[in-house]
T-cell receptor
């Protein structure tokens, strides 16, 4: 597609429910990032993939959060046993590989998760 | 460790007035700095970035920012505000670098810009 696509755009989950958020990066982009943006805050890094390899998951807030990118393209962020504090917008970004830092990260529109 | 501080969570200007959004950073290595804009219910769009070279960086929609190492600042400016500039603006610094590939971004808390007619 032309840009980074995320689905669903909105998700309401009951506390304790499992959810899965999908990200379709720009075709051919090697790098993929997930960020969490709480209300009134800036995005915070969750995890990073280079192709199918998850090179950094240091930002995942708990072991209830799990991300995968099995074929190096589409990625899924899964949250188990959702809690109210998980309510946030989850942003996905992708970028092409470059030897330096001159590549731009393109962001999707995000998935707004509300846990009730 | 890297961090970003944006001074002022809300800024209001009149249409046609100067826009100045402040950003200070902390970085233990030469920083790569970014400004992103976010419209309601939209993702983040890159306005401009500083990596190396010229310290005055021009971006889209008439915005520019100047990297000042001595002040650890990267303030965003636009000479004349337009109604369509109303949005939230985020300053970011590059975080961990993954062996040459694009690193993660560390964002400030954002500044919401309002433009009065």
């Amino acid at each position: 597609g032309a840009g980074v696509s995320q689905s669903p755009r909105y998700k309401v989950a009951k506390r304790g429910q499992d959810v899965a958020l999908r990200c379709d990066p720009i075709s051919g982009h090697v790098s993929l990032f997930w960020y969490q943006q709480a209300l009134g805050q800036g995005p915070e890094f969750l995890t990073y993939f280079q192709n199918e390899a998850q090179l950094d998951k240091s930002g995942l807030p708990s072991d209830r959060f799990f991300a995968e990118r099995p074929e190096g393209s589409v990625s899924t962020l899964k949250i188990q046993r959702t809690q109210q504090e998980d309510s946030a917008v989850y942003l996905c970004a992708s970028s092409a590989r470059d030897r330096g830092m001159n590549t731009e990260a393109f962001f999707g529109q995000g998935t707004r998760l509300t846990v009730v | 460790a890297q961090s970003v501080t944006q001074l002022g969570s809300h800024v209001s200007v009149s249409e046609g007035a100067l826009v100045l959004l402040r950003c200070n950073y902390s970085s233990s290595v030469p920083p790569y700095l970014f400004w992103y804009v976010q419209y309601p219910n939209q993702g983040l769009q890159l306005l401009l970035k500083y990596t190396t070279g010229a310290t005055l960086v021009k971006g889209i929609n008439g915005f520019e920012a100047e990297f000042k190492k001595s002040e650890t600042s990267f303030h965003l400016t636009k000479p004349s505000a337009h109604m369509s500039d109303a949005a939230e603006y985020f300053c970011a610094v590059s975080g961990r670098n993954y062996g040459g590939s694009q690193g993660n971004l560390i964002f400030g808390k954002g500044t919401k810009l309002s433009v009065k007619p």
